[in-house]
């Protein structure tokens, strides 16, 4: 079957503008870090270097990779992945960016090295985050 030229040229734009609109929007849904999927979900215990510590509900292991951007809506990208643990690099507009790294010991048991910016303030610790119950 052939289609007009004029059609088929229209049809094409029509296709790259919607990829050039599109793409930004599913450059927020990167795939889940496999590692991730392999720890338990309920209360965790986040643990720094300094001894200071924080418990939050992990429902959705990926919020391990934004700690200090918790709830915002943040471009990913996963610059090193494995069975073991991730490397991911984020961007968060007008809010500043992150980068972290986990490595998964046990399903209970998790290292992050996490640096990055946010609102103006730069951060960058090690922790280590174990899970402590349900929540």
């Not at 029509?14 to 050039?20: I, K, S, V």
């Not at 979900?41 to 643990?47: A, F, H, I, K, Y």
């Not at 001894?51 to 200090?68: F, K, P, W, Y």
Request: aromatic share 8%; proline share 4%.
């Amino acid at each position: 079957m052939s289609y007009p030229r004029g059609r088929l040229r229209w049809g094409a734009l029509g296709l790259a503008g919607f990829l050039a609109v599109a793409a930004p929007v599913f450059a927020f849904a990167l795939p889940d870090v496999e590692a991730l999927s392999k720890l338990e979900r309920g209360r965790w215990q986040l643990r720094d270097a300094a001894g200071q510590s924080r418990s939050i509900c992990l429902g959705d292991a990926n919020a391990l990779i934004q700690l200090e951007h918790e709830g915002v809506s943040c471009e990913r990208e996963i610059l090193a992945s494995d069975k073991g643990g991730a490397t991911v690099q984020y961007t968060c507009p007008g809010r500043g960016f992150g980068h972290t790294s986990i490595r998964i010991e046990t399903p209970r048991l998790a290292r992050i090295d996490t640096q990055g910016l946010v609102d103006g303030r730069p951060f960058s610790y090690r922790a280590e985050a174990r899970k402590v119950g349900s929540c």
